[in-house]
């Protein structure tokens, strides 16, 4: 019973957990900016440095735009034509030039957001897609970590497309308040900059409270935004039976009960938004006076006294656009603070996902025996654009035949085992109930084994064993070939379809190379899709290249589906055939026929099924009684 428990979530959540905008944070964003800037060489630092240089370079002449209205009180002042005609190209010329700055700066931080999102995506996938992770939180462990699909495809999208917007200021930030503290000195003394530092940090402290909530708020909001979103998908892909069912009101209340949820706590986050934004607006409007009041000071002092009224007016205008732009600098960053609470919730829910994911690659201990190597982060190319196969995979699919031949001999050395399972008794994932207890069997080449037993025996569960996808509570489960398409296919009850075309579904889980549109291929796939009875649907999808965008399960009844399914296992061959009750949708006569045709091809079979006429494609019947009991029989 303790190897069972070992599946739990050992990290699970509670519901009642809140995300702050505190060091816990500050911790997941470094682990997330480590991935967006994953070498120093790489295009993401490039562009960092570039952004820094085109920023550096806009606040530059931004410094130069901001004097130029003290530089028309002086010349329009004095009357000075020569001198207006002059500061008029001047000032057209440092125009074009900020307004130029400004679009380069905006444009390396829309390519940073691509860089950024290709980084964190391609590294959640590589983790994702491996020894059977999202299988494991999808299934096994869906209460750990909400909304998967939505953390890898939304949040990482908005947690990129806010922060890109925030990096440019962030990064130009301490250069200009550094350069503008020193103005600021230079022109009003002590007093302004005192003042101006004071104002930002009461902001500061103001805006950290009225942060929490909302950071809290906006990763429940995700979270009910992914249910509900969720449930609308739900309804789609089962939409027909819902129908049939005529289930309208049930689901109905179901949906919108849901929906009010989400709207329960985008109500909260829009009462907290109130007074963020009410504080924000407070700062930017008293911020907006605050240059004021410090010039006054030593003009009120009699500092300037001596300054006639033309001078007077231009150094107003030019002392102001100091502190005014130093108080800007301090106000533009308490008026990040809606976006850094989003960038807090953001980066907790995917360095979330992130620590479950690293969690799952060192510490389970499913096996993923496959018949492909590991992936690498070449498998996952970022930003690709062409989608031709590379020639090292045309290669080692055109040897697809000799991998079969390289199997057979493996069995052989194997002395034709396939599984060997030792006193093994397993339980579902999360639960303590035996489904079966000390099971010994061996599956070897030749040997057909048919498997019976009432719903919830554990039917279905031991197949999962087999694959790996669960972990015995105790016993030996030893597995002699890779699992794969080439030697072990799975076809279960609801046949898996993909997005593509009808040949990507005969080679799926292979791509489909060039060998695979050759004269001597096509005829083959046709040969198949005949034998089973699909030469119409060929035809009515527009050949084997056609139904690209046809949602194959929404489209193909049962039985198509089903019938899919077998072309491909006849196109993959594999030295030994898993069958889930892979004909349950299809006729008897066709049944046999299918199954037949496994034999020509010298499969060895085992099948889950309850009609007897399976019992002459088999020779051992394996029965579960629902009680943890078994029995194994010659037929």
Request: charged share 25%; net charge negative.
């Amino acid at each position: 019973m303790a190897c069972c428990s070992s599946q739990d979530d050992v990290d699970s959540q509670s519901t009642a957990k809140t995300y702050k905008c505190d060091w816990q944070f500050v911790k997941r964003f470094w682990q997330l900016w480590k991935i967006m800037f994953n070498k120093w060489k790489s295009a993401s630092c490039a562009l960092f440095f570039m952004l820094l240089i085109v920023a550096l370079v806009e606040q530059f002449i931004i410094y130069y735009v901001g004097l130029i209205p003290s530089q028309y009180y002086a010349v329009l002042g004095e009357k000075d034509e020569e001198g207006f005609k002059e500061l008029v190209p001047k000032s057209l010329y440092l125009i074009v030039s900020v307004a130029t700055a400004r679009s380069a700066n905006q444009y390396l931080c829309d390519v940073l957001y691509i860089f950024w999102r290709q980084n964190i995506t391609c590294w959640l996938h590589n983790k994702y897609f491996r020894k059977f992770t999202y299988y494991q939180l999808n299934v096994v462990l869906q209460e750990s970590v909400d909304n998967v699909d939505q953390r890898i495809t939304q949040d990482v999208d908005r947690l990129c497309r806010q922060f890109s917007q925030c990096i440019a200021l962030l990064l130009i930030s301490p250069f200009t308040i550094a350069y503008y503290t020193y103005k600021c000195y230079e022109s009003t003394g002590w007093y302004g900059p005192v003042f101006i530092y004071s104002y930002f940090i009461l902001g500061t402290i103001i805006n950290k409270f009225i942060m929490s909530p909302v950071v809290n708020l906006t990763f429940r909001q995700e979270k009910h935004e992914g249910i509900f979103r969720f449930k609308h998908m739900h309804i789609r892909v089962n939409s027909e039976a819902i129908a049939f069912y005529r289930a309208d009101r049930i689901e109905a209340e179901k949906t919108n009960k849901k929906f009010h949820k989400l709207l329960n706590v985008q109500q909260s986050l829009v009462n907290w938004d109130l007074w963020l934004n009410f504080s924000v607006n407070m700062f930017n409007y008293i911020g907006s006076i605050l240059s004021y009041l410090i010039i006054s000071i030593p003009i009120f002092l009699g500092v300037y006294d001596h300054l006639t009224p033309t001078e007077l007016s231009s150094l107003i205008s030019a002392v102001s656009f100091v502190a005014m732009y130093l108080i800007y600098c301090f106000t533009s960053l308490i008026n990040l603070s809606s976006k850094i609470s989003d960038i807090a919730g953001f980066a907790h829910r995917i360095g979330e996902l992130k620590e479950k994911l690293e969690f799952l690659e060192t510490e389970t201990k499913y096996d993923s025996p496959t018949d492909n190597e590991e992936f690498t982060d070449r498998d996952i190319s970022p930003l690709v654009v062409n989608e031709d196969v590379s020639k090292e995979r045309q290669e080692g699919d055109e040897e697809h035949e000799d991998g079969y031949e390289e199997l057979k001999e493996k069995f052989k050395d194997d002395n034709g085992k396939a599984f060997q399972l030792n006193a093994v008794s397993y339980c579902p994932p999360n639960s303590e109930t035996i489904l079966v207890r000390d099971l010994s069997i061996e599956i070897a080449r030749g040997e057909d084994i048919l498997i019976n037993g009432n719903t919830g025996s554990g039917k279905t569960s031991l197949l999962r064993i087999l694959h790996g996808l669960w972990l015995p509570v105790c016993g030996d489960v030893k597995r002699y070939l890779t699992l794969g398409p080439k030697s072990v296919l799975y076809l279960p009850q609801k046949p898996y379809l993909t997005d593509g075309s009808l040949r990507e579904q005969i080679y799926y889980p292979d791509k489909v190379t060039r060998i695979g549109r050759e004269p001597t291929m096509e005829a083959r796939l046709q040969y198949y899709l005949g034998v089973v009875g699909l030469l119409p649907l060929c035809d009515r999808v527009g050949g084997l290249d056609g139904g690209v965008d046809m949602n194959w399960p929404a489209e193909l009844s049962p039985g198509e589906m089903q019938r899919i399914s077998f072309a491909r296992l006849f196109y993959h061959k594999p030295t030994l055939a898993i069958l889930d009750e892979a004909t349950s949708a299809l006729s008897q006569e066709t049944e046999e026929l299918l199954y037949k045709v496994c034999k020509d091809l010298d499969m060895t079979l085992v099948s889950i099924g309850h009609r007897d006429s399976l019992r002459k494609f088999h020779s051992t019947l394996l029965v579960l009684d629902g009680k943890g009991g078994w029995t194994l029989n010659t037929i």
